[in-house]
């Protein structure tokens, strides 16, 4: 997007140095570059993260997903003090969809994780923003191999459960936890089976006070639920569990599940395989989003389009005709460069 270059930036070579040292203001800003869409931005990104790949990967990577209200934001605050007392480093980071469409994000409203933000071995970062879902996943992923780099090992990736948005999330994480509530039928907490099929596993939150016989109800029924779907690919049984995020119980057991899923995924090579699928999935990720940005970025094309529109409404066209027309336009675009 132009040439404007900000003054406000460092070369590449200051930004790479800092997230391997692990200075935080460097990680934050070196995430503004690959958030950035300033043409000047993306070619130092390309550098910063071609630079520090070989230092990124050793995180495990965790998705969280559940509807709003759910507890997600209070459950990862005290799941993220459990690690950290573990002895690890963890990054948070969003995949929030609806920031691209309210400017500010409905994750950052609210004073989320004040525990977790003041610690110095935690990093949290909101969403990016931008005009596609995948154009935010592909931000969001080069913001985690960058935390990698800067030496945090365990990355949370959260999610707000409106759809697509998880589908990317387990696309680029290890292990898939869905936060659900007893008491309200899969509709109500707008959860497709799709999502139910990807989580290794549930959690019921608020089993505290009077919740707690409905939420164990509500585990057994999910266990089952469970069970119909065909066994992953991973060896591993999706597992069902309890827990108050606010009465911080069961938490500790979250954590110990989690763990035995690592030690089995590590044992079986599902673990290596699954990391290398994603990231050929992420190449074609990256190449859809490209091929859109070339296209719908060329003003000819705009222009063409917006005739066609027009043509198709005054039925002087068929819209398979139309796409054929802006395809062929195009390729005489590019064969001509
Ligand atoms: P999010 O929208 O999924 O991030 O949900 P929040 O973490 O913001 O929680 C939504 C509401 O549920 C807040 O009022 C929390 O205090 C409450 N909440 C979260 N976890 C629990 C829990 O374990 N038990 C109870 N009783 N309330 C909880």
Redesign the pocket.
């Known amino acids: 997007m132009g040439n404007y270059k900000p003054k406000s930036r460092l070369t590449a070579k200051e930004y790479i140095d800092g997230v391997l040292r692990g200075d935080r203001v460097l990680l934050s800003r070196a995430i503004t570059i690959v958030e950035s869409n300033l043409d000047s931005d993306k070619l130092i990104a390309k550098e910063i993260v071609q630079a520090i790949l070989p230092k990124s990967g050793n995180s495990f990577r965790i998705g969280i997903t559940?509807v709003?209200?759910?507890?997600?934001?209070?459950?990862i605050e005290v799941f993220g003090l459990h690690l950290i007392k573990q002895g690890y480093k963890v990054a948070i980071l969003s995949i929030d969809p609806s920031s691209q469409r309210s400017k500010g994000s409905i994750l950052g409203d609210?004073t989320r994780m004040e525990q977790l933000a003041n610690s110095d071995e935690a990093y949290i970062r909101p969403s990016a923003s931008g005009d596609t879902l995948g154009g935010v996943a592909n931000k969001t992923g080069e913001t985690m191999l960058l935390c990698e780099a800067a030496g945090y090992d365990i990355i949370l990736i959260e999610t707000v459960g409106v759809g697509q948005s998880e589908t990317a999330v387990h696309g680029m994480t290890d292990f898939f936890l869905l936060l659900m509530l007893a008491g309200a039928g899969d509709e109500l907490q707008g959860i497709k089976k799709g999502i139910m099929e990807m989580a290794d596993m549930v959690v019921i939150?608020?089993a505290?006070?009077d919740?707690v016989r409905k939420s164990e109800i509500a585990r057994s029924q999910y266990q089952n639920a469970l069970h119909i779907f065909p066994q992953s690919e991973s060896g591993w049984s999706p597992v069902v569990r309890t827990?108050?995020?606010?009465?911080n119980i069961g938490i500790d057991k979250v954590w110990e599940e989690i763990t035995n899923y690592k030690k089995l995924v590590l044992e079986n090579g599902y673990f290596n395989k699954n990391r290398n699928l994603q990231q050929v999935q992420w190449m074609y990720n990256n190449v859809n989003e490209e091929l859109k940005r070339l296209f719908y970025g060329s003003k000819d094309i705009a222009n063409q389009l917006s005739i066609l529109e027009k043509d198709i409404i005054s039925a002087k066209i068929s819209p398979v005709k139309a796409a054929q027309k802006i395809i062929d336009a195009f390729k005489t675009l590019f064969q001509t460069r």
């Open positions: 559940g709003p209200g759910v507890g997600k934001s209070t459950f609210k939150n608020k505290d006070g919740n827990a108050s995020a606010i009465k």
